[in-house]
């Protein structure tokens, strides 16, 4: 069973910086693309950004210019960082990975609990 564990939401002022954190565990051969969504009150989930294994990042165009993603593929582990945050960056971030179970060699596709993120102005 593979398991995301998000961390490092919580309450900024508009125009501050968030870090959050994304940890895979279980059993994996390897992991594709890893990637943040948000879901705003009363909205769709979307996408923010992804990051291939190869370290092959894109951005929604909400998220260019102040958010950047990183990985650290040794660690199975996602970064956003969020930069010059505004409150219509209020929502809850959800991780999402998807590749190979180790043993069976199925695919999967997981997601995080979320963490909140809130934005005052």
């Known amino acids: 069973q593979v398991r995301l564990v998000e961390s490092g939401g919580g309450l900024v002022q508009a125009g501050g910086s968030l870090r959050l954190s994304c940890a895979a565990s279980g059993s994996i051969v390897s992991i594709n693309v890893m990637a943040w969504y948000r879901q705003a009150p009363g909205k769709q989930r979307e996408l923010v950004a992804t990051?291939?294994?190869?370290?092959?990042?894109n951005y929604a165009d909400s998220a260019k210019g102040r958010f950047t993603i990183s990985r650290d593929n040794a660690k199975n582990t996602v970064y956003l960082q969020m930069n010059s945050l505004k409150p219509e960056d209020t929502a809850v971030y959800y991780c999402?990975?998807?590749?190979?179970?180790?043993?069976?060699?199925?695919?999967?596709?997981?997601w995080g609990q979320g963490t909140l993120v809130t934005v005052s102005s």
């Open positions: 990051i291939t294994s190869g370290i092959i990042p």
């Open positions: 999402n990975a998807d590749g190979i179970v180790l043993g069976t060699g199925k695919y999967f596709e997981v």
